[in-house]
């Protein structure tokens, strides 16, 4: 069957406790629809109960002990995100963690110690003496009282801040002392110089306790759990060789087909690329440029060309390591990347990821359960929903690619010999258009209407397996046999 993903939510949720409750009650629908493996927010406290999980205060803390003001995250309990787990897996859905590594916030205690100012656009450069400075560096989890691990981060474990409490200067200070610097360049971006810092209390790699602490974490956390994967966030900020490192010894002990889907927010293929070959192609990545080739696609209407839809992607060089998504919680609307997928092209981009034959296709929780913040969109579930069942009974076999046209595109999948239906795909930008695709001769004769209903015309194949299949303007239709 065909895997599909969902990323269960989006930034705006309510801070209801509730989340993990709506997920259990939710897995028989997923398994209904054709989901076949969910992503889950970040799921251990942040740095207040309405953190959406990337202000990371304690991996250990999954909803169990009183710290930060709450007990539960912003999703739950412990108790419950476990039950929530088991009862995905009971649907056979497999878990994917969001597991956030670059840095910590919210720390108990300020430290002292010495730092660099840097250039925020260039952090090779500095622009002051080194001093001593006043930070938020120090975590001890006293809510936590040692329970799974009573390790203690200081100063010495990070790279750099943004705050000098001392002075209340603002910035970026790198953090000084025998091994301390950023991440070597070819490691990390080297947007500003390196990108090694992005935020809050930016963590060492470079340092053997933390890299032996993290490595205890994340087997304790995915035994604690049972989760089947992990999305790697940020992790163009992450020491690369500290990451692969990491990769390998969860692989060792918890099975080579432990998943892993890499975040590295970056347009240019060539990035990615890289990243791939490091990890020697073992690893999937988010499709980003794919997701911005939408984005503008969205915001265009007719002048955007659609047969470039696929130029620079992963999707198109890297398919079987590409996780094509039409919207993410940092895609969306107020958000640091934002770089939404206007309503009306959702279903017309839902149609392209679910129904070729490359990458694998990620649901945004927004996009088909609706936006919970100042975006007024309830999202497209009827129209997900009928191009889910698509993909799980039609979306199969050899793709045959029709680009001869700037405005309407389309494709075919032939079917294979479990699924031999197929089904033609045809896309819309501009006016109302048609393309003559061929579904293959065993279908001569057969009469084929649009899944969507968007058009009620009844299609007849002729003896070479050929048809002329129409699409409304600014439309997407999905033809198979009637």
């Not at 991440?183 to 032996?212: C, K, Q, R, T, W």
């Not at 099975?255 to 060539?270: M, P, T």
């Not at 001569?444 to 009620?456: M, Q």
Request: aromatic letters at 14%.
């Amino acid at each position: 069957m065909n895997g599909t993903m969902m990323q269960y939510f989006e930034w705006d949720l309510p801070n209801d406790g509730k989340h993990w409750q709506r997920l259990k009650e939710d897995a028989e629908h997923l398994k209904e629809i054709g989901i076949t493996s969910v992503w889950i927010p970040p799921c251990y406290k942040g740095t207040g109960q309405n953190d959406v999980g990337y202000g990371v205060y304690d991996l250990f803390d999954l909803g169990e002990f009183d710290q930060k003001g709450t007990v539960r995250t912003k999703y739950g309990t412990k108790k419950e995100l476990i039950e929530a787990i088991e009862a995905l897996h009971e649907h056979d859905i497999h878990v994917y963690a969001d597991v956030v590594l670059n840095h910590r916030g919210g720390a108990d205690e300020t430290e002292t110690f010495e730092a660099t100012p840097v250039n925020e656009d260039n952090r090779h450069e500095d622009i002051g003496e080194t001093r001593e400075i006043e930070a938020w560096t120090y975590f001890n989890f006293s809510g936590r009282e040692g329970e799974y691990s009573d390790f203690e981060w200081h100063w010495y474990h990070f790279s750099g801040v943004s705050e000098d409490e001392k002075t209340g200067d603002h910035g970026i200070f790198r953090i000084e002392g025998e091994g301390k610097g950023w991440a070597p360049d070819e490691n990390v971006s080297v947007e500003f110089g390196n990108f090694d810092y992005l935020m809050f209390a930016d963590i060492d790699y470079g340092h053997p306790e933390v890299v032996e602490e993290t490595k205890r974490w994340i087997h304790w956390f995915i035994e604690e759990t049972k989760i089947d994967g992990i999305r790697l966030d940020a992790v163009k900020h992450i020491d690369s060789a500290f990451m692969k490192d990491l990769i390998e010894d969860v692989r060792e002990k918890h099975g080579e087909e432990f998943f892993f889907v890499a975040e590295y927010w970056n347009q240019g293929y060539e990035f990615l690329e890289d990243y791939l070959e490091e990890h020697e192609y073992s690893i999937s990545m988010m499709d980003v440029r794919f997701h911005f080739a939408l984005h503008e696609a969205s915001k265009q209407h007719r002048d955007f060309d659609l047969r470039k839809l696929l130029d620079g992607t992963l999707y198109k060089s890297n398919a079987e390591q590409a996780v094509t998504f039409v919207e993410n919680h940092d895609s969306q609307p107020n958000q640091a990347l934002e770089s939404y997928v206007e309503p009306w092209f959702k279903p017309i981009a839902y149609g392209f990821i679910l129904l070729s034959s490359y990458g694998y296709p990620c649901v945004f929780y927004g996009d088909y359960y609706g936006y919970n913040g100042d975006v007024d969109y309830e999202g497209c579930q009827d129209e997900i929903d009928t191009l889910l069942h698509a993909r799980k009974e039609y979306a199969y076999g050899e793709q045959n690619n029709y680009l001869d046209h700037d405005n309407c595109i389309g494709f075919t999948r032939t079917g294979d010999d479990e699924h031999p239906e197929g089904c033609a795909v045809i896309i819309s930008n501009g006016d109302e258009g048609f393309k003559d695709m061929y579904v293959g001769d065993l279908h001569a004769g057969d009469i084929y209407i649009d899944l969507l209903k968007n058009r009620e015309d009844e299609i007849k194949i002729n003896d070479e397996g050929h048809a002329t299949f129409p699409v409304n303007a600014e439309s997407l239709s999905v033809w198979v046999r009637k």
